[in-house]
């Protein structure tokens, strides 16, 4: 289903890793942090909110805010990045992390994350855990609203990278006289896919405008990114795919650089889209490797476009969406999204909350569907990956030509933990 990364997004990446999921990018993001003792808080339910705002100079970059909880003898904890609802808002808005604090914690770690080129607001920090009666209550965040004169010592660098500097500003905080903004606007280091001039190309189909960009030679090869993600989101792929295919790398209808028409967003109409690219680009087929949200619409092609889709590979996707599919909790996340966005009325909050509706309602396939997927596929999942193994496992039991791989120790965001395994694993299984 996704970096950015609104993201994605997909469905979207629940992480349970130990540090941002973007720290496969070696420069194209950065972090700051507050940490303190948790000890006392231990076992609480507990809840962070923030305000943020994006002022976008690459339609991609994002914010987010993050949590972690340090346990004792040096294991995490809780962990949330939300990197799967990034934020691409000019104006402020209120958000959350919720969850619990592990009952060993030593330390909660919490702060800001932010990538690409763009200018980074962030203002008064806010901590609640739950006490007696289950009534919420408030826990001290030492310069929470960034009002002293400096940053330090109480915030801190998590990641430092040249061209994102951390200051403050005095004008147009959320609360209070200051906020602290990043200025990421000589942010460099960044991969120039999803935005490469030389190569990008802009398909009429459907009656919107794909925006694709197309890398290497040989038989051609389909990338389909996850929700709120864009082709960006394969920057650690397309190198070494595109040494061996001829990529063809897509930003989905509405997101990175495509177009919408206002149509609702399904994964079926996605896949028309993509059938109609390729119809565009003359090309009677293709293999496709499909990452979240891309997995899922890679299937639905793989149905209903048999003759169009040599081989598929599908990571962490699903084919219907229900409790069965994933936890209870990303039901709640999302629709506790949708809430924090419903008096915004600027498009990138519509955009963005037609695509989380399109998360909690699709797909509305069904296991007996894949009976018509003729092609071989590959069914890719990590072991703690936000799809339950059973579907997974369904998925590629339901396919005539299927191959399932559960990845040991990965999550949902494995091309980009894991970008070297996660390439080979799928050259091993396009190679002819």
């Known amino acids: 289903m996704p970096t950015p990364y609104h993201a994605y997004l997909l469905l979207t ?17 950065g972090a700051f942090q507050q940490v303190i003792d948790a000890k006392p808080l231990a076992g609480k339910k507990f809840r962070l909110e923030a305000a943020v705002k994006v002022k976008l100079i690459d339609t991609t970059a ?21 990197t799967d609802r990034p934020i691409r808002n000019p104006t402020w808005q209120v958000y959350q992390i919720v969850g619990q604090i592990d009952r060993d914690a030593e330390h909660l770690v919490f702060g800001g994350l932010y990538a690409r080129q763009g200018q980074f607001f962030f203002d008064d920090f806010k901590l609640w855990v739950e006490g007696p009666a289950g009534q919420y209550m408030p826990v001290p965040v030492p310069n929470g609203s960034f009002e002293d004169a400096t940053l330090a010592p109480v915030w801190t660098a998590y990641q430092e990278r040249k061209g994102l500097e951390r200051g403050l500003v005095q ?16 942010a460099g280091g960044r991969s120039t896919f999803g935005r490469d001039a030389r190569v990008g190309r802009y398909a009429p189909v459907n009656g919107i405008n794909i925006y694709y960009e197309i890398y290497g030679q040989g038989p051609p090869l389909l990338l389909l990114h996850g929700n709120s993600q864009s082709i960006a989101s394969f920057a650690l792929q397309i190198p070494e795919l595109a040494a061996h295919y001829q990529v063809i790398a897509v930003d989905t209808r509405g997101q990175g650089r495509s177009s919408e028409n206002g149509r609702p967003y399904t994964y079926d109409l996605f896949a028309e889209d993509m059938n109609a690219l390729l119809d565009h680009l003359r090309l009677d087929s293709a293999r496709v490797v499909g990452w979240s ?9 793989a149905m209903r476009y048999p003759a169009k889709v040599k081989k598929l590979v599908a990571m962490g996707a699903n084919v219907f969406i229900d409790q069965s599919v994933v936890s209870s909790q990303i039901f709640k996340t999302l629709r506790r999204e949708l809430r924090q966005t419903a008096n915004d009325t600027s498009y990138a909050a519509r955009n963005n909350a037609r695509l989380v509706k399109l998360l909690l309602t699709e797909p509305r396939h069904t296991f007996a569907e894949l009976a018509a997927v003729s ?3 590959l069914v890719m999942a990590g072991e703690k990956d936000i799809i339950k193994p059973g579907h997974t496992q369904g ?10 791989r559960i990845v040991p120790n990965e999550t949902h965001d494995y ?8 390439n080979q694993a799928v050259l091993d299984f396009l190679r002819d």
Do not use: S
């Not at 990446?13 to 993001?29: E, G, K, M, R």
């Not at 805010?65 to 294991?75: A, E, F, I, S």
């Not at 949200?293 to 092609?301: A, E, K, P, Q, R």
């Open 415 to 422: 091309p980009r933990e894991n970008p070297e395994g996660f």
């Open 395 to 404: 998925i590629a039991a339901h396919l005539r030509r299927g191959t399932l």
């Open 375 to 377: 092609c071989p596929v």
């Open 293 to 301: 949200d891309g997995g899922n619409t890679g299937l639905i092609m």
């Open 171 to 186: 004008t147009g905080a959320f609360a209070g006289a200051q906020a602290c903004r990043v200025d990421g606007a000589q």
């Open 13 to 29: 990446i629940w992480l349970l890793y130990c540090q941002p999921a973007l720290a496969q990018y070696p420069t194209d993001w």
């Open 62 to 82: 994002e914010a987010e805010l993050w949590v972690r909880v340090d346990r004792r003898k040096g294991k995490t904890g809780f962990f949330d990045n939300m």
